[in-house]
């Protein structure tokens, strides 16, 4: 299939001849047509399928195709509600590439950055609008944004935007727009709340499935590292002597994890800078410059930043701790295997992460390899009484937020699986 095919405009498909892209990706073929037909869309899909073009093509050329405009000032004929601001910059940086030979503007508003220059630009005008929702619901209560002419919604990661409690900004915002609109709505999961909200805004949509999550993780090579909690430091700047790994995407549980970790780095003189919640808008976009430039070789990220920023062909992903949600493990290692590069997925265990890793293998219904032969091997097992009384600290944001997993009792099932990795080999000089 081309983008010919799917019936894509002239101007449309000289900027995507520009972007290098040859060929739609699968969500692409099947969400492009019904959207240009006018219809509402469900797309169970995560970032790295093509997700962003499909529905921002079919909007800008439905949205170039109307003749004229309802008043002189632009209106905002579409809104894209996503949950972080590195997702929707690069929204915004995607429809500017896809759109480059078309009239059409677009404006980004997100919190963490001052509101001026975002008054302006609603104050000017624009055909699409895209914004998290927090940021734009203050815009909306002080009277800049009038949402009364959009004609296509797209929620994007509606499950994410669930997860950090934007359901009532959402509810809020969708009840200022049209009811007569088209809605495009994408989640990586399918929880009840989402399946529940899917059927009170979508009108008979067209459904779309793609790479369901648990053949993410074929493509990718996996490994799994047995550690106790002090060990993993050492452990990952024992892997990283290896000059093949040449940058990688870390994930931590916490912010404070991800600091502290950076200084850990940093110290064993490896370049690493860390990307949450609680570093500013330029600091977030900073550090994820100097990786995508090579400057530092180490990005640590929580979930929720880490969700939506863009870095092609990232050749590895590590996670320093285990997600207690097993999506979250398929989304983290499937960002390695982007535009059908295939990567490397390492994974640190340590033992109160075991319910963790049983969940992800049940999800991903495979065992991940594990590397019994390394210098820091697990000796915390269930008979050692630290492993039963050490408790998690208590935490203040939803990037800190942890949930305990299954009973731990469930770990004796896994014994077997790093039981004799109790000797200690001599460390790789
Ligand atoms: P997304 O799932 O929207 O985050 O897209 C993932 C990555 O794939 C982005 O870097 C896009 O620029 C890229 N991409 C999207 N569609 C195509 C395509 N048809 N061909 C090649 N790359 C693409």
């Not at 632009?74 to 480059?100: C, M």
């Amino acid at each position: 299939m081309t983008f010919e095919q799917l019936k894509l405009i002239p101007p449309i498909l000289k900027a995507l001849a520009k972007e290098n892209y040859t060929q739609p990706t699968p969500i692409q073929e099947q969400a492009i047509p019904p959207v240009l037909a006018g219809r509402d869309l469900f797309g169970c899909a995560q970032t790295g399928t093509g997700k962003t073009a499909a529905f921002l093509l079919p909007i800008i050329q439905l949205l170039s195709a109307q003749q004229g405009r309802p008043s002189g000032k632009r209106v905002i004929r579409s809104l894209i509600l996503t949950p972080t601001r590195e997702l929707a910059i690069q929204i915004s940086d995607n429809f500017k590439a896809y759109g480059r030979f078309l009239n059409l503007r677009s404006a980004v508003i997100v919190g963490g950055v001052s509101q001026k220059a975002q008054e302006q630009a609603l104050e000017q005008g624009m055909d699409i609008l895209i914004a998290t929702p927090g940021r734009l619901i203050d815009l909306m209560n002080q009277g800049f944004a009038d949402l009364r002419h959009v004609q296509i919604l797209v929620l994007d990661e509606a499950d994410r935007m669930l997860d950090m409690g934007f359901i009532h900004d959402m509810r809020r915002i969708i009840a200022k727009l049209p009811a007569k609109r088209q809605t495009l709505f994408f989640s990586a999961t399918m929880p009840p709340e989402i399946t529940s909200l899917v059927d009170s805004l979508l009108t008979n949509p067209m459904k779309i499935e793609i790479t369901p999550v648990s053949s993410t993780a074929e493509r990718i090579k996996q490994a799994l590292y047995f550690v106790d909690k002090p060990n993993k430091l050492p452990l990952l700047i024992d892997l990283l002597q290896d000059k093949s790994i040449e940058s990688a995407l870390v994930f931590t549980r916490t912010k404070h994890g991800a600091d502290r970790l950076v200084r850990g780095l940093t110290k064993a003189k490896i370049t690493a800078q860390a990307i949450h919640g609680d570093k500013s808008q330029n600091a977030r976009q900073a550090a994820l410059n100097n990786f995508k430039q090579g400057v530092t070789r180490m990005l640590v990220a929580t979930d929720i930043a880490a969700r939506g920023i863009d870095i092609e062909e990232l050749s590895h992903v590590i996670n320093y701790n285990l997600p207690n949600i097993p999506e979250t493990y398929v989304h983290r290692i499937g960002r390695t295997g982007r535009a059908g590069l295939s990567g490397i997925a390492i994974s640190f265990c340590e033992y109160e992460e075991i319910p963790y890793l049983k969940d992800i293998e049940k999800l991903i219904k495979q065992k991940i390899p594990v590397i019994g032969d390394h210098p820091y091997p697990m000796t915390i097992n269930e008979s050692t009484p630290t492993a039963v009384s050490e408790t998690r600290t208590s935490v203040t944001s939803s990037e800190d937020r942890v949930t305990r997993g299954p009973n731990r009792n469930d770990s004796a099932g896994r014994k077997g699986t790093f039981e004799g990795s109790g000797r200690r080999r001599k460390r790789r000089s």
